[in-house]
């Protein structure tokens, strides 16, 4: 059975990349924090398709960011319901927070975190991950204990706090959701 069985299904054509792209232009966006960034992903996209834009750049995540470029202020340590403990309110014009939320006991106050300190763009991904039980999740969480699969962020949290919310049928049906302010 689906994750997300009732919500409406998002066909990107071309990628995530172009849908960054668009959304960079609408929004003038110049800032970035890229949460949970341990190992990359989708910032990888949008920030070497617009690297001359970006003033600020930070990435930070509960266990360890992997290496990025030079112009990165990279924070370790950093849990996604804690964000405003590390972070003023409406500091970065793009938050995105990319297969996190599954791995957060209390994925409400991660998202409030996420929409305090965006300025203009909450962009928020997350998978299923229920075929990680047992022992491959055994070793997952034996080289980051953070990656312990919990369960899915909810689509009424989601969808109170203003975000539209889709799933991908491309990618295994992985949520998709987004808040412009």
């Known amino acids: 059975m689906p994750t997300y069985p009732d919500l409406p299904v ?13 959304i960079h232009r ?29 003033v600020r750049r930070e990435a930070c995540d509960i266990f360890k960011v992997r290496n990025l470029p030079p112009e990165w202020t990279v ?29 957060v006991h209390d994925t409400r106050k991660a998202l409030e975190n996420l929409v305090s300190v965006a300025r203009k763009l909450v962009f ?35 969808r109170d706090l203003g975000f539209q919310v889709y799933v991908d049928n491309e990618r295994g049906r992985q949520l998709i959701a987004w808040l412009i302010k």
């Not at 972070?87 to 990319?98: G, I, K």
């Open 10 to 22: 998002a066909e990107y054509y071309p990628a995530p990349e172009r849908f960054f792209w668009n």
């Open 26 to 54: 609408k929004l003038d966006i110049h800032s970035i924090l890229d949460v949970g960034a341990g190992h990359g992903g989708v910032f990888d996209c949008f920030y070497w398709t617009h690297r001359d834009e970006m």
């Open 75 to 103: 924070k370790n340590g950093v849990d996604v319901t804690r964000l405003l403990e590390h972070y003023e309110p409406a500091s970065f014009d793009l938050v995105q927070c990319t297969e996190v939320l599954e791995h």
């Open 124 to 158: 928020v991904t997350s998978a299923d991950e229920t075929h990680h039980e047992g022992e491959p999740q055994a070793r997952i969480q034996a080289i980051n204990p953070a990656q312990a699969y919990i369960c899915q962020p909810s689509v009424a949290d989601l």
